[in-house]
C-alpha cells in the first residue's frame, strides 16, 4: 500500500480563548481530490494554515508521504512540496504577475535571471494548464479569476505536487468553478494531490474523490464521496438533521416602497461599480440580489444604506433621497424609515469593543428615546437593549458583555434585533447568515419573513444561491455593476442564475468557458 | 472573553511598564556613576517633600494634564495628534494677544477670554491637518509634526518682529496687572495657608474642570459615543450615519484646544509674557501621559502629576548632583518606549498567564450558547 | 547675486544635504519594509554624539564613524525590537527613540567629557578632510563649468560622495535585486512574503538594519564633516525634514536626492541670507526655515501629486489575533 | 554663599559663559574652602525657576549672565529685597540689583585694527550670534577699528539668527564663514558664544585667520587665531564674589572699559608669530588714545546706529 500524501495526527490549535482545530486526524492518498467542508468557523483554513507552515499547531504530527515532517514555516511547506492558494489571496498588489511569482522562488540575488528564466517557465505552465494570464500586468489591474490562476501558477512553479485550494468558487461564477475544476482534474491526472476547502455541498459531490467534515473545530468524520450523499454531509456539518428550505406563504405584494432608477456609483479609486442600476420593491415582497461577489451588490446596499454617495433617482414611498448632499447619510435613511442589516457585522454592523447596550443604540444614538437633555440617557438604553435581547434570545442574556465576546451567530442577532425591532418600511439586509448556525439561521430567515407578512419592503443581498433561492420573491441578478435580469424563483433555477451571473442574458443557448471568462475579462477590463 | 481583566489592563500593564522604564532609567543612572537610590530619594523629596516641591510638581503636571487629554481625546477617535507642541505654541500666541490687547480689570474677565483666545489658536492649528487626514487621508502624524516645526518658526517670527518688546531678548511686552492669575500662595494665603512661591495657580482648577469635562463628554453625550465608535471602526461610523470628516475635525479641534490651553498655566500663569519657546516639550510628555493613562481622564490626571513630579524631581536633581536635567528626558523616554511601544512585551506573557490560569478550572474557556 | 555667490551656495548646499541623504535613504529602506520611522532624528543625533566622542576619544574619525554606525544601530534594533518583534505602535517607539537619543547623548557627553553636553573640538586625524576630485585645479580656469566643478563639487568630505553613490546603490538594490524584491513586497504585503517562504521578521529586521547604517552614517558626517564636535541637539530637525524629504520623494531613491539637495539649498540660502528681498515685500527668514515642512504638507495634501507610502506601512505583521 | 547661573549654551562654551565660570574657580581657588552654588539653566522659559530657586537657597549675591534675564530679574528682584544681584551685559534698575556693562565697542575697535592690517585681500568679516544690539555694538567697534587702519578696507558682516539658538548654531557659523571667505574676507571676527566654535573652525579649516571672542580663545586653532577680543566677565565675577564676601557690594551700574581693564586684546604665545610689532604699536596708541578720552569709538547702542557700517 502506498503511504498517504498527507497525514496529520493530533493537531490543536488555539487563538486565544478560541480553539479553532481540536486533535484532528487526517489522511489524503496521493493522486486524489479530497475535500474539506464544514461550517464558517469551522477550522478548515486554520488547519490547512498549519500543514502550509503559516500557523505552528500547538500540538500534532504532520507526515508528508509517509515521512514525518516539521514545518515550522511556508518555507519548510515549498521544500516538502505544498502550494497554497489562500482564501484571500496573497498576492503584492502592485508588482507584475512575474514578479509575484517570483517572488521568494529567485535563483540568484539579481532580478534579471531570475525573472527571464520565470518567463520562459510561465509560458510553459500556461499552456500545459490551459492558465493564461499576462505576465506583465500588475495584479491590481486582474480580476478575481485571474488573480487566482496566479495563485495557482505559484504553488506550480514552486513546484508543488500537493495543492490546497482554500475556497476557491467563493469569488467564481459557476462557469468559472466550472473551469477550475477541469484544471484540478487535469493536475490530478498528472499525479498531483488536491486539497478543497469549501463549504458548498455540490462541488464536493462532483469534484471530490474523499471528503472530511468539520464542526467546530473537530473533525466529525471522512468518508468516500460515491458512498455519501449531500444529506448526510450536511447533518454532519452541522451535527443535527436540517431542512433545507423556508417555510412561507406566498408574497402579497403592495404598493411600491422602494423605487430605484438609474443608479450609478464610482468609487473611491475613480472605478464604476454600479452603471445605472434600476429596480422596485413592493410592500410585503422581499427582493433578493443574487451575484458573484464584487459586481456591485454591495455598493448598492451602501449607496441605499447612505454609506456612500451615488447618482440617479431613488424615492422610498415617493419622496426622493438625497444621494451627494448634506443628507446622504445613514442618519438620515434611518429616520425614512430605512433600517440596514450591513453585510459585515463585525466590520460595520457593530462596535467590537462596545457593550451590547451600547451596541443595541448604533445608529440610533440620537433617538429622542435615549436621550436626557444634552446628555444619554444610559439608562434608557440598558433598559431597551435588555428587551431586545430576552426578545430575540441572545445568549448569553448580559448586556455589559463586549460584542467581540459574543459568538457570530449571536452577533447577528443583535444586530438584526437593532434593526428589525425598529419597525422600518424596507429593510436592507446583506449576508445575513454569513457565519451563523442553522439554528440561527432559522430564526433570522423567519424574523424577515414575518417583516414581510407584515407589510414591509425587503431588499436582500447574499452570495448564497440557496439563500436566495428560498427567501426570494423575485430574483435580480447583478453582474459588472448592472441588472442582467429579474426572474420568479419558480420559474428559474441555478443553471440560468448561474450564466446571469457571468453577465450572458441569452441563457437558452449553451455557453463554453472559454465565452465566460472572455466575458468577464472585458468586463474587469473596463472596470480597471 | 477579554483577554485580560480589566484591572490588569488599566492598572497592572501600566504599573509594570513603568517599573520597567524606572528600573532602566536607575540603570542609567548607576552607569553615569550615581547612586540611582540617592538619585531617586532627591527626585521623590524634591517634588513632593515641601509645599515648594508640591507647588511645581502641580504647575507642571497642569500643563501636562492639558496636554495630556489633547492627546488622550484624539487617541479615543484613532488619531495620533502628536502636533500638541506646536498647538501650544499657537496657543500661547492667542493667550498672549488676549493679554496684551486689553487692559484687563480683573483676572476673573481675563481668565475665560484668554481660555477661548488659547483654546481658538490652538484649535486653528489642529484644524488644517485634521481637514487634511479627513479628506485627503494624509497621514496626521507627518502634518503635525510638519505644524510643530512651522509653529515654532512663527513664533520666532512674531517675535522678533510685530511682539517684540523693547530691550533685546525676543520677548513680548508684559502682560498687564489685570491678567495675573492668583497663584496657589495668594489663594491658600487668603484663608490663611502658608505655601511656597511657586507658579501653580488657578489655572488647576480649570485643568481639572477639563478632566471631568471630557469624561463626561467622552461617556455621556452623544458627540463622546460618536468619537469613540468612530474610533473603533470608521466603517462602522458611516454605517452608523457618523460623519467621519466632522468627528474627525471635531475632535481635533477639540484636541488642539486642549493643548492650547495649556498656554494659560505656563504664559498667562507664570511667564506673563510670551517668549519663544514656552511649551517645553510639554506636547510631547502629554503622548507619554496619554498612553500610560490609558486615555481616561482619571488615568490622564494621575499620569500628569507623576510627569510633574518626575521634572520638578529632576529639577532638584540637577541642583543636588551633578546629573543633568537630560535624565528626565531619558526617563520620559523609556516611559513613552515601554508603555507605549514595548506594551506588547509585557501583554502577551500576561494574557497567556491569564488564559492558562482561567483553563484550569475545568470549566471551558469559551461561554456556551 | 552673482555667478560665483551661486556657486558657494551650491557647494554649501550640497554639504548640507548629505545628512539629509543619508538620513532619507535610511527612511526609505525602513519606510519600504513597512516599517514607519520617525526615529531618524534621534538615530542621526546618537549617532553624531558617538562618532564625534569616539573620534576625541582615539582620534581616529573611522573609529568614530565606526561607533557612531553602531550606536544608531542599536537605537534602530531597539525599534526593530518595538515595532517588529513586540508589534508595538511604530510612530510611537520613533517618538520615544527621539527623547531617548536627546537625553542620553548629553548625559553620556557630560559623565565622559564635563563640557556641558558637548565632546572636546575634534581636529586633525579626528576629522573627515576634503577630497579634490581629479582635474579640479586644472578645470577651474574654464568659464562657467570651471567653478561648478573645482569649487561647489570638488573639496567636501569622502562622506559626502558617499553619500551621492548610495543613491544609485539604493535604486540598484531595490529593483534590480532579489532583496530589494522582498523588502518592497513585504512593505506592501507581508502575507504574501511570508507564504511565499521567506521570513519577514528577518526581512524587516535587515531594512531596519540598514536604516541604522545609513543614520548612523548621516550623524557621523554631522558631527566630523559638517561640523567639529558633537553639541546638545545638533541633528536640530533633520531627522524629520529628512522625513519630509522623503514623502516629497514619494519613496523614490533619485527622487529622494532631488528633495534632499532642494532642502538642502533652502538650508544653505537661509544661512547666507537674513531675509530675501523680493522687490514688493520681504520673505523673513523663518520663513524659508519652516519651506520643507510647508512644502511636505503641500505634498500631502496631494495638490502636487498623491504621495502614496507602501501600503502595509505603520503595521505590525500580525497573524494571530 | 555666592551663586551663579550659567546661561544657555552652558559653562563650557569656550567663551561668555565660561569665562564667567573662570572668574567664579578664580575665587574659589583664591578663597580655599570657600564654596559657591552654581547652576546652569536648561531653557529660556526656566530663568524663573531657577533664579528663585537660587535666591531661596539662600545664595548671595546672585549672578546671573546675560541680557536675556533682563525682564525676569526684573521681576524676581523686588521679591528678595534681602538678597543681591548682579546681571552682565544688561542694566536692570532695582534697588538691590548690580549692573555690569561693557565696552565692547573700545575692544572690538582694537582687534578691528588687528583685523585690517592682517588682512592681505583687503577684506575683513564678522559673524554675530543673535541680531540684538549688543552684538551690533561689537560689529560697529570692529568696522570703526578696521576702517581706521585702512580706510579702503570692506567688512563683512553676517548674524547668526534672531533667537537665542543662534548662540548655539557652530554649523551655521562655519557655513557662514564659509560664505565670506569665500567672498573675499581673510579675518573673521566671531562674537557669537558657542556659534564661534564653529566660526574658529572653518576659518582655520580653509586657512584663514579668526579673531576669538570674550575667552581668551588664541589656544583654540594656533596659528590661524590672530587674536581675542577679552571681555573679563571672569573679573567680573570674582569682583562681584569677593565684595559681597567682604559685604560691600555696590548695587547701581558698572562700567568695565579698556580703562579698568574690562576689555582687552588677548596677547600669548599661540599668537605671537602673527602679531607685528606694527601692529602692536598702533593697538597701544588707539588703546592710550581711547583710555584718555581723545578717541571716541562709537557706540551701537547709543543711537541704534553705525557710521561704519550697515547692517
Ligand atoms: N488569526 C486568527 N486569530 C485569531 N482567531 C482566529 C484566527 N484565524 C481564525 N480564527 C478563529 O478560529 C476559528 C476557525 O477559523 P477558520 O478561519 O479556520 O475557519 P474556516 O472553517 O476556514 O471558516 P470560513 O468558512 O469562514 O473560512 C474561528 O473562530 C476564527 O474566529
Ligand atoms: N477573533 C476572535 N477573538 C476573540 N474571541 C473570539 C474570536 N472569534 C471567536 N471568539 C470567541 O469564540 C467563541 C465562539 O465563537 P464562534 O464565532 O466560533 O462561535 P460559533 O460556535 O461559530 O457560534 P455561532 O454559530 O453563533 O457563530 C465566542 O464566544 C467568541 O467570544
Ligand atoms: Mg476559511
Ligand atoms: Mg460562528
Known amino acids: ?528 | ?369 | 547675486m552673482n555667478y560665483l555667490d551661486l556657486i558657494q551656495i551650491l557647494d554649501s548646499s550640497i554639504r548640507l544635504a548629505t545628512p539629509l541623504l543619508f538620513a532619507c535613504l535610511a527612511g526609505l529602506f525602513s519606510e519600504r519594509a513597512g516599517v514607519f520611522d520617525i526615529g531618524l532624528e534621534g538615530k542621526i543625533l546618537i549617532s553624531a554624539f558617538f562618532s564625534a566622542a569616539v573620534a576625541a576619544l582615539t582620534g581616529s574619525v573611522w573609529l568614530g564613524l565606526l561607533a557612531g554606525i553602531a550606536s544608531s544601530m542599536v537605537f534602530s534594533m531597539i525599534h526593530g525590537l518595538a515595532s517588529i518583534t513586540f508589534r508595538g505602535d511604530q510612530l510611537i517607539s520613533g517618538v520615544a527613540i527621539n527623547f531617548l537619543a536627546a537625553g542620553m547623548t548629553v548625559l553620556i557627553a557630560q559623565d565622559w567629557f564635563s563640557q556641558g553636553g558637548r565632546t572636546p573640538q575634534l581636529s586633525g586625524g579626528a576629522r573627515f578632510s576634503p577630497i579634490e576630485l581629479p582635474f579640479a585645479e586644472a578645470l577651474s580656469g574654464v568659464p562657467f563649468i570651471g567653478p561648478l566643478y573645482a569649487d561647489a563639487l570638488s573639496g567636501h568630505t569622502i562622506l559626502v560622495y558617499v553619500g551621492l553613490l548610495t543613491v544609485p546603490l539604493t535604486w540598484y538594490v531595490l529593483f534590480r535585486t532579489r532583496f530589494g524584491l522582498r523588502l518592497r513586497a513585504v512593505g506592501e504585503n507581508p502575507g504574501a512574503v511570508d507564504t511565499a517562504g521567506v521570513n519577514v521578521v528577518r526581512l524587516r529586521y535587515a531594512a531596519v538594519a540598514i536604516c541604522g547604517v545609513l543614520c548612523g552614517l548621516s550623524g557621523s558626517f554631522l558631527a566630523t564633516g559638517l561640523a567639529a564636535s558633537f553639541t546638545q541637539n545638533m541633528s536640530a530637525g533633520r531627522g524629520y525634514i529628512a522625513l519630509a524629504a522623503l514623502i516629497f520623494a514619494k519613496w523614490r531613491p533619485w527622487y529622494a536626492l532631488g528633495a534632499c539637495l532642494l532642502f538642502g539649498l533652502l538650508q544653505a540660502i537661509s544661512n547666507r541670507y537674513s531675509s530675501i528681498d523680493l522687490v514688493l515685500f520681504e520673505i523673513p527668514n523663518a520663513f524659508v526655515l519652516a519651506l520643507p515642512y510647508i512644502l511636505t504638507v503641500v505634498i500631502l495634501a496631494g495638490f502636487v501629486g498623491k504621495a502614496v507610502p507602501p501600503r502595509a506601512g505603520g503595521q505590525p505583521y500580525v497573524k494571530e489575533r | ?311
Open chain 1, 1 to 528: 500500500m502506498t503511504a498517504p500524501a498527507i497525514e496529520l495526527k493530533g493537531i490543536s490549535k488555539s487563538f486565544g480563548p478560541v480553539q479553532a482545530n481540536k486533535d484532528i486526524a487526517i489522511r489524503v492518498m496521493p493522486g486524489t481530490i479530497h475535500g474539506i467542508i464544514g461550517e464558517n468557523g469551522a477550522g478548515k483554513s486554520t488547519l490547512m494554515s498549519i500543514l502550509y507552515g503559516f500557523y505552528k499547531a500547538d500540538t500534532g504530527e504532520i507526515f508528508i508521504r509517509g515521512e514525518r515532517t516539521e514545518i515550522p514555516d511556508s518555507q519548510a511547506a515549498i521544500r516538502a512540496g505544498i502550494g497554497m492558494v489562500f482564501q484571500h489571496f496573497k498576492l503584492v498588489q502592485n508588482f507584475t504577475v512575474l514578479e509575484n511569482i517570483v517572488l521568494g522562488a529567485e535563483d540568484g540575488a539579481l532580478l534579471k535571471g531570475s525573472l527571464s528564466k520565470a518567463r520562459t517557465l510561465l509560458k510553459q505552465l500556461s499552456e500545459e494548464y490551459e492558465l493564461h494570464v499576462d505576465p506583465d500586468a500588475k495584479i491590481e489591474d486582474l480580476g478575481v479569476g485571474m488573480q487566482q490562476r496566479v495563485e495557482i501558477l505559484k504553488a506550480l512553479y514552486r513546484r508543488a505536487d500537493i495543492l490546497i485550494l482554500d475556497e476557491p468558487t467563493g469569488v467564481l461564477t459557476p462557469a468559472e468553478a466550472d473551469h477550475l475544476f477541469r484544471i484540478l482534474e487535469g493536475l490530478k491526472r498528472e499525479g498531483k494531490t488536491i486539497i478543497l476547502i469549501t463549504h458548498k455541498l455540490r462541488e464536493i459531490m462532483e469534484t471530490t474523490d474523499t471528503v472530511s467534515v468539520m464542526r467546530r473545530g473537530e473533525m466529525t468524520a471522512t468518508v468516500k464521496t460515491a458512498e455519501t450523499t449531500p444529506q448526510e454531509l450536511a447533518e454532519l456539518m452541522v451535527g443535527r438533521e436540517v431542512l433545507l428550505r423556508v417555510d412561507k406563504q406566498a408574497a402579497t405584494p403592495g404598493e411600491t416602497v422602494l423605487n430605484v432608477e438609474n443608479l450609478q456609483v464610482v468609487d473611491g479609486s475613480g472605478v464604476e461599480r454600479l452603471r445605472g442600476i434600476s429596480l422596485n420593491v413592493k410592500r410585503g415582497e422581499i427582493l433578493g440580489i443574487c451575484g458573484v461577489a464584487g459586481n456591485g451588490q454591495s455598493e448598492l446596499l451602501e449607496v441605499l444604506g447612505g454609506m456612500r454617495p451615488g447618482k440617479g433617482r431613488v424615492t422610498v414611498n415617493g419622496q426622493e433621497l438625497d444621494l451627494t448632499g448634506a443628507e446622504s447619510d445613514a442618519r438620515t435613511r434611518r429616520r425614512r424609515g430605512i433600517a440596514h442589516v450591513p453585510e459585515d457585522r463585525q466590520e460595520e454592523g457593530l462596535i467590537m469593543d462596545f457593550f451590547a447596550w451600547e451596541n443595541v443604540a448604533f445608529g440610533y444614538h440620537d433617538d429622542a428615546r435615549y436621550q436626557r437633555g444634552a446628555m444619554m440617557n444610559n439608562d434608557a438604553i440598558r433598559e431597551d437593549a435588555e428587551a431586545k435581547i430576552a426578545k430575540f434570545d441572545v445568549r448569553p442574556a448580559n448586556c455589559w458583555l463586549k460584542a467581540k465576546n459574543f459568538s457570530g451567530g449571536n452577533q447577528q442577532k443583535i444586530v438584526i434585533a437593532r434593526e428589525l425591532e425598529r419597525n422600518p418600511d424596507l429593510l436592507l439586509v446583506g449576508q445575513p447568515t454569513r457565519g451563523v448556525d442553522i439554528g440561527a439561521i432559522e430564526f433570522i430567515h423567519e424574523q424577515i419573513v414575518a417583516l414581510r407578512d407584515a407589510g414591509k419592503a425587503v431588499l436582500l443581498v447574499s452570495v448564497e444561491l440557496d439563500e436566495i433561492l428560498s427567501l426570494s420573491d423575485r430574483i435580480a441578478v447583478i453582474f459588472d455593476g448592472r441588472i442582467m435580469g429579474e426572474r420568479l424563483p419558480s420559474e428559474t433555477d441555478e443553471r440560468e442564475l448561474g450564466l446571469l451571473m457571468a453577465g450572458i442574458t441569452d441563457t437558452d443557448k449553451d455557453h463554453s468557458v472559454d465565452e465566460i471568462e472572455e466575458n468577464l475579462a472585458h468586463a474587469t477590463g473596463k472596470a480597471g
Open chain 2, 1 to 369: 472573553m477579554d483577554k485580560l481583566p480589566k484591572w490588569a489592563d488599566v492598572a497592572l500593564i501600566p504599573l509594570i511598564n513603568l517599573i520597567l522604564a524606572l528600573i532602566v532609567s536607575g540603570l542609567v543612572v548607576a552607569l553615569i556613576g550615581q547612586d540611582p537610590f540617592e538619585a531617586l530619594a532627591i527626585m521623590v523629596n524634591g517634588a513632593v517633600g515641601s509645599t515648594y516641591g508640591w507647588g511645581y510638581t502641580l504647575f507642571y503636571a497642569t500643563n501636562f494634564i492639558f496636554t495630556g487629554l489633547a492627546v488622550a481625546i484624539a487617541f479615543h477617535a484613532r488619531l495620533f495628534n502628536i502636533g500638541g507642541e506646536g498647538q501650544a505654541q499657537l496657543g500661547s500666541l492667542g493667550v498672549a494677544l488676549v493679554c496684551l490687547m486689553v487692559p484687563w480689570p480683573h483676572w476673573l474677565i481675563a481668565l475665560p477670554v484668554a481660555i477661548l483666545g488659547g483654546g481658538l489658536f490652538g484649535a486653528a492649528w489642529a484644524a488644517i491637518p485634521a481637514y487634511l487626514q479627513a479628506t485627503r487621508g494624509s497621514h496626521i502624524v507627518i502634518t503635525t509634526i510638519m505644524f510643530n516645526f512651522i509653529a515654532s518658526a512663527l513664533l520666532v517670527y512674531l517675535l522678533v518682529s510685530a511682539l517684540k518688546a523693547p530691550g533685546m531678548a525676543p520677548e513680548s511686552a508684559r502682560f498687564v496687572e489685570g491678567s495675573h492669575l492668583p497663584t496657589a500662595r495668594e489663594v491658600l494665603g487668603a484663608i490663611g495657608i502658608d505655601f511656597a512661591r511657586t507658579p501653580m495657580n488657578v489655572s488647576f482648577i480649570v485643568a481639572l474642570l477639563a478632566c471631568w469635562g471630557l469624561w463626561l463628554l467622552l461617556w455621556r453625550t452623544r458627540l463622546g459615543y460618536e468619537i469613540r465608535a468612530f474610533g473603533h471602526s470608521d466603517k462602522a461610523a458611516v454605517y452608523a450615519g457618523i460623519n467621519p470628516v466632522r468627528i474627525t475635525m471635531i475632535t481635533m479641534l477639540i484636541s488642539g484646544a486642549l493643548a492650547g490651553l495649556m498656554a494659560i498655566n505656563a504664559v498667562m500663569g507664570e511667564q506673563e509674557r510670551l517668549l519663544q519657546d514656552n511649551v517645553l516639550g510639554a506636547g510631547f510628555v502629554g503622548i507619554a501621559v496619554a498612553l500610560m493613562g490609558r486615555s481616561h481622564p482619571v488615568g490622564v490626571f494621575i499620569a500628569a502629576v507623576l510627569f510633574g513630579a518626575l521634572y520638578q524631581g529632576g529639577a532638584e536633581l540637577e541642583f543636588e548632583t551633578s546629573i543633568p536635567r537630560e535624565m528626565i528626558v531619558v526617563i520620559q523616554a523609556l516611559v513613552i518606549l515601554f508603555t507605549g511601544a514595548l506594551d506588547g512585551m509585557v501583554r502577551s506573557p500576561l494574557e497567556k498567564a491569564f488564559l492558562r490560569f482561567r483553563r484550569q478550572p475545568d470549566k471551558p474557556g469559551v461561554p456556551a450558547e
Open chain 4, 1 to 311: 554663599e555666592p551663586g551663579l547661573i550659567i546661561d544657555l549654551g552652558g559653562k563650557f562654551d569656550k567663551s561668555f559663559n565660561e569665562s564667567a565660570y573662570n572668574g567664579a574657580q578664580r575665587w574659589v581657588e583664591d578663597n580655599d574652602g570657600a564654596d559657591y552654588l552654581e547652576t546652569e539653566l536648561a531653557s529660556e522659559a526656566q530663568r524663573e525657576q531657577t533664579m528663585r530657586r537660587m535666591a531661596d537657597r539662600g545664595a548671595n549675591p546672585v549672578v546671573v549672565l546675560g541680557f536675556a534675564n533682563g525682564s525676569t530679574l526684573e521681576q524676581v528682584a523686588p521679591d528678595y529685597p534681602e538678597t543681591n544681584f548682579v546681571i552682565v551685559d544688561m542694566v536692570v534698575d532695582q534697588p538691590n540689583v548690580q549692573s555690569i556693562v561693557f565696552a565692547e565697542h573700545q575692544g572690538s575697535y582694537l582687534v578691528g585694527m588687528m583685523a585690517a592690517m592682517a588682512s592681505e585681500t583687503g577684506t575683513v568679516s564678522f559673524v554675530g550670534g543673535m541680531d540684538v544690539p549688543l552684538i551690533r555694538k561689537f560689529a560697529c567697534g570692529y568696522a570703526q577699528g578696521a576702517k581706521a587702519a585702512n580706510p579702503d578696507v570692506e567688512v563683512i558682516a553676517n548674524m547668526t539668527g534672531t533667537t537665542p539658538a543662534a548662540w548655539n548654531d557652530p554649523v551655521k557659523g562655519g557655513e557662514l564663514t564659509r560664505s565670506q571667505i569665500s567672498q573675499g574676507s581673510d579675518v573673521v571676527f566671531a562674537a557669537a558664544g558657542g556659534t564661534g566654535v564653529g566660526v574658529l573652525q572653518a576659518a582655520a579649516d580653509e586657512g584663514e585667520l579668526a579673531i576669538g571672542v570674550d575667552s581668551n580663545q588664541n589656544y583654540l586653532h594656533p596659528g590661524n587665531m590672530l587674536t581675542s577680543m577679552v571681555k573679563r566677565v571672569d573679573n567680573a565675577v570674582y569682583d562681584a564674589f569677593t565684595a559681597a564676601a567682604e559685604g560691600e557690594l555696590q548695587t547701581g551700574i558698572v562700567v568695565k572699559d579698556l580703562s579698568n581693564d574690562g576689555v582687552g586684546v588677548a596677547m600669548d604665545e599661540f599668537n605671537e608669530d602673527l602679531v607685528t610689532e606694527e601692529m602692536m604699536a598702533a593697538v597701544e596708541e588707539a588703546r592710550a588714545a581711547i583710555v584718555s578720552g581723545e578717541l571716541e569709538v562709537h557706540d551701537y547702542t547709543s543711537d541704534d546706529s553705525c557710521p561704519a557700517l550697515t547692517f
